[in-house]
């Protein structure tokens, strides 16, 4: 008999391979997982890093550190679980308790065709990059203590449930959200927290009247570098496959970071006179934010436009924050993450549609959709999570503060975070 079923199977081999481990697949995640950690520890790092002046350059690299070390942990112990798994009568809002210290995932156990280890370990990145994100708004002023405590409310409070929401059968799932890899989950999320915190805590000393430039551009260039190579984890990862979708989002998200930069570029030689380094590594990260829900959905066209827009309009956005509404968002996350998120997550709506010629995407999310209908789905996704991330971040912030001052002094602030919080000092010359 065995061997008559042997025979079945070996006859049918779309039955014999389903709910099986596919290696290609796996190594491809593999992979990915490693190279959206890389945009964390020491992409992002380094790039913060670079951006603030020399006395708070290692508070920078060790909030980031930090963070990975923290969330990866919050993540393991219940984050997985309230994300990822099913939370019956509230699984419209959160996700229940049964992989808690990823409880029933062993080697063998799958998540379609991946281990579901590597599952859980590849979103396990995307959560430690998105606090740390925020991380840019309140640079050179917020105490150590206070940043890692936040961050770990924060993951939970608002990163898990949206995550949920979008990606964990939640009910923007239900509705049809297009977020291929995280316009909502993660872009708008950290750049309202971003907002939020800069609000609460307040400007930094002397800004903006005195100049805080970059101290170190070559260290931020790098890091640019290092997140442009790592978002083809970030966003062909978020396909789950070695596949043709997987190759269409890297495709997608080159395309869109390459005119986020040039596009921003131009707009400062206009208006300024002169193209910046600083200026083409923000819009590379302007383009590749906004291309991220659309990333999957849309073609090589569509991603040229979306570039093009995210360069036009997050750099106008920066000036707006910084010169009109006074904000003092350090290192411009709400502008270029928060409004790149809403962009790409309103246009994956558009560029979705399979009728707008050479820059046409790969359709709707459910059939009776028209352009219409995936819009304002996109639209009620931006929305709620916009509101529901400003509310909680700043009640996060205003229960930290309860406990332990969010601000440094401004004697330790204006001496610097490396020697007044770590005692140590990014450079001895």
């Not at 509230?90 to 063998?108: C, E, K, P, Q, T």
């Not at 495709?251 to 193209?275: C, M, N, R």
């Amino acid at each position: 008999m065995r061997y008559l079923i042997a025979g079945l199977l070996a006859l049918t081999p779309s039955l014999a391979l389903a709910d099986t481990l596919d290696k290609s697949d796996s190594a491809w995640i593999l992979t990915a997982t490693a190279l959206v950690l890389f945009m964390t520890l020491p992409g992002l790092a380094l790039f913060y890093g670079g951006l603030v002046r020399n006395k708070n350059v290692l508070s920078v690299l060790m909030q980031c550190f930090a963070i990975a070390c923290a969330v990866s942990l919050v993540w393991l112990v219940v984050g997985y679980s309230l994300a990822f798994s099913d939370g019956g009568a509230a699984n419209a809002w959160i996700g229940g308790l049964s992989h808690v210290f990823f409880d029933g995932i062993g080697r063998d156990t799958l998540e379609g065709s991946l281990p579901k280890s590597l599952h859980g370990l590849f979103q396990m990145t995307f959560a430690i990059i998105t606090p740390a994100l925020i991380v840019g708004a309140f640079a050179e002023r917020m105490r150590f203590g206070a940043m890692l405590a936040f961050s770990v409310l924060w993951v939970l409070g608002v990163y898990v449930p949206i995550c949920h929401w979008v990606w964990g059968g939640g009910w923007l799932a239900e509705l049809g959200l297009y977020d291929f890899a995280g316009g909502t989950v993660v872009h708008i999320t950290a750049g309202v927290a971003a907002l939020v915190a800069a609000v609460v805590l307040g400007r930094r000393q002397d800004w903006p009247g005195q100049a805080m430039k970059p101290h170190n551009m070559t260290m931020t260039v790098m890091g640019a570098g290092m997140l442009w190579v790592g978002w083809f984890g970030f966003n062909g990862g978020s396909a789950l496959a070695a596949d043709g979708n997987a190759s269409m989002a890297m495709l997608v998200t080159h395309i869109s970071a390459a005119a986020g930069s040039l596009a921003w570029v131009t707009l400062e030689a206009v208006k300024f006179g002169k193209p910046s380094a600083l200026g083409i590594a923000t819009g590379m990260v302007a383009g590749l934010g906004t291309i991220t829900p659309a990333s999957g959905f849309v073609g090589p066209g569509g991603a040229l436009l979306i570039g093009l827009a995210a360069g036009v309009i997050c750099f106008y956005m920066v000036l707006v924050v910084k010169q009109k509404w006074r904000i003092d968002d350090s290192l411009d996350v709400f502008p270029v993450h928060g409004i790149g998120g809403v962009l790409g997550t309103l246009l994956a709506g558009v560029f979705a549609s399979t009728e707008l010629g050479v820059f046409s995407g790969y359709g709707f999310a459910k059939p009776e959709y028209g352009m219409l209908e995936q819009v304002g789905v996109q639209a009620l996704g931006v929305v709620a999570t916009f509101v529901y991330t400003g509310a909680v971040t700043f009640l996060l912030l205003k229960l930290v503060g309860l406990f332990t001052p969010l601000r440094v002094t401004a004697e330790e602030e204006s001496q610097g975070l490396d020697i007044a919080l770590h005692e140590e000092r990014g450079y001895d010359i």
